[in-house]
């Protein structure tokens, strides 16, 4: 019976690995890799986690921290020669699949958080929110407990962008009285 799909062999597995792997801008683990992957129902996540060794003891890819990859250039070389090989929505959904991921890393780097327990018995969350630039806002709250420090902890990291917009808004919505 003929297999659906553009993975066929191992071969097939690797080369979309390095499509992915050439386009991400972060080391991945290998559930990050296999998620960004899995664009084709023929790739399983022992697909994957069979092919990084491989390619590791190849020098396809290297691992740069504790189970984090990153492309090396004879990855990209091949990866560069072999990806049109590659179906075309496949590859589409891959490509997709990066860009989501790329910016919702960088994301991340620019949402901080912080909890921390205070004497009294209550918790400090600070929040901040930078930029390419530096800092654009910290803000540092009390929480009566560890629950609404952790559900104020995520929910600015979801909204930290309306939180400084609003609050610029709300600063500079009076900017006229302060003239007179």
């Not at 979309?16 to 683990?29: D, M, N, S």
């Not at 990066?98 to 009294?120: D, E, G, H, L, W």
């Amino acid at each position: 019976m003929q297999r659906l799909g553009f993975i066929h062999d191992m071969m097939d597995v690797k080369v979309l690995i390095l499509f992915v792997a050439a386009r991400v801008q972060y080391p991945l683990t290998s559930q990050e890799l296999y998620e960004l992957c899995y664009q084709d129902e023929c790739l399983s996540y022992f697909d994957v986690c069979t092919a990084i060794p491989e390619m590791v003891a190849s020098g396809h890819l290297t691992e740069v921290s504790e189970g984090r990859y990153e492309i090396t250039d004879k990855g990209r070389e091949a990866g560069a020669l072999t990806e049109d090989s590659i179906a075309y929505t496949v590859k589409q959904l891959a490509e997709n699949a990066v860009a989501r991921y790329n910016r919702q890393i960088r994301r991340s780097s620019f949402v901080k958080t912080q909890i921390t327990p205070r004497p009294s018995g209550d918790f400090s969350v600070v929040l901040s929110l930078d930029d390419e630039t530096g800092n654009l806002m910290t803000m540092e709250l009390m929480a009566p407990d560890q629950r609404q420090a952790v559900r104020l902890s995520r929910l600015f990291e979801k909204k930290a962008e309306n939180l400084y917009h609003l609050t610029m808004a709300e600063l500079l919505d009076d900017e006229d009285l302060l003239d007179d």
